[in-house]
DNA sequence: ATGAAAGCGCTAACAG
DNA sequence: CTGTTAGCGCTTTCAT
């Protein structure tokens, strides 16, 4: 069933058949309607690969993912289906695992399927890597912050800032110990937030306390495992920012289950926004990201790049997180602040 | 930088080349270790799409479903990932957003681009659309229960077996007015979930009272609403089985706001197992559904079907969900049941 | 073990 | 407007 079947079926040339299928203007009417209905009887498809030999243009974009079950993730996963799916283009969604093997794996493949661009959120790529790929002529967006990159394509929110808001109203609650669960030091998304409390601590005139900052996994177990630490540890605080909503929420079973109260006692604020977190009592104060957007963002980014094959300067994209306030800080202070 | 190019710098033919790549066995050591060094030097990659002009094996496989956001579909996806990644596939992942029109168009786009093979959730497909799909030579495997087709390769979970063990449940705790929110009926899922329902209440010798059935988006916000109903109706219940989580965390919501007390007042019973159920209180008492078995056992089923070109049957598998009893209903009825 | 050459299915100059 | 034909990059007989 190959462009010549039909072309004898219909009585013309593969040319004129081909031309029915990219330039049908080229083409007059009646034979084109022709040559569709055979192609129609026939079931025709034509061969995808024979047709790309050439011209290479796929219609398809690549998206790097660290965890399909990660909402933040498939919320920027939505953002960039949408805009794909608008431009007609598909979307391959790899799930990395956290693992640079697969990612490195994952990037190569796509690179070698000829997709049309790719979009790399939080990658754990060296620039040396983005370099040979920029080399081999790949179109690429990557999305979250990375500080060993620079002069990249970039779109991202600013993690240090939103802390520090987060931080300062935790302060003007009138909270002074104020602890910190949070994840592991290399990831850079992890530095920003705590050079954000450190900053936001100075700025309120709060001596950084290293005894008040626990790590932990990036998880509900991690969260809760931390907040047994602390209350191992007696360490008084009366407010504990978590860096992200899974470690809240464990932080908050925890505490909760140890007859601690949330606000009155210790006051608690987390990082994403996860729906989860408008359901649990108490409702919890959080910082959204704008995940969506981002991923919005990313892929207008990636097609202006596809497309105007033109422009030689990176752009830098920072979106802003946005704090939500519910009742984990309380609200006395809440009021005083706005009266 | 092809074929042509290395044969050239290698000084052999392209021949030799191309053996290199596909049957190394038939290459001495020697000149193999040479263009391989050339291919390196050059930084070759095979043209992927002339490769599969011809032999249409493409190493990737479709899988859709409806919603990115929705945990199960992702549970789903990795189970199907972590398959396809061991057997040296790569998966893409489409999003249908519940929108057949767009399911159709994937399906195309997906055969079109000789994918080896197609994992379809919750199809909207029709058994005609199916037929199609095979005499176009496409392996395919469901995911989800459709009852207007049969006699295909399917995996799925008896939400009708499930929600009877819940009922009963439900009625060996003592409860007797028990409430239904469910989604809305054309979809299979749900009627068999309503069936499951009527037919415990009738083994426990309860009539079927239509004014306790509550229809309800599955969101949590429609939860939400069927309890204000539900409490607004005054109809009496001392139980309410939400056909799914999302629901149940909204019926929930709106209970103890509402100052009705779970599970003294009214049991709770959800489906699906998210991970919100674990961190709210009470505990929402649930029904597990496999999902990422089921994408494991999908993707089995699938490449059984690609690699063994042979077998004419199909098969149906089963996997049995679970009933996660945790504080929701109570845990008087429960000791005295194990006792 | 290696090379020459005939395709694979399609597109796009070029001719008419 | 349509047909002829030379590729696209690679694989695979068929010789040698």
Redesign the interface.
Known sequence: MNIKAVADRAGVSVATVSRVMNHPELVTAETREHILAVMKKM?Y??????R??QS?RTGMIGLLVHD??D?SN??I??GV?SIA?QKGY??????TEFNPV?EKE?VE?L????IDGLILTATTLKNSDLDRMKK?GANYVLVGKNKTINRQNIVYTDYKTATEEAIRYLITMGRSRIGLVIGEYPKPETEEKLEGYKRALKEGGIPFDEALVYQADNS?EGGFLAASRILDDKVPMDAIFASTDQMA?GVM?KL?SAGVHIPEDIALIGFDDL??GA???PKLTTISKPMYRMGLMAARLLFDIIEGEGTEETQEIALQSKLKIRKSCGNKGRLKEIW
Chains 1, 2 share one sequence.
């Open positions: 079931n498809t034509p061969n995808w690969f024979a790309n030999i290479s399909f079950l909402p498939m919320e996963a939505k289906e799916h598909h979307v391959m969604l790899c799930n697969k994952y493949t690179i070698e399927r000829k081999q509900i929420l079973d909760k729906r989860i359901l649990v009592e």
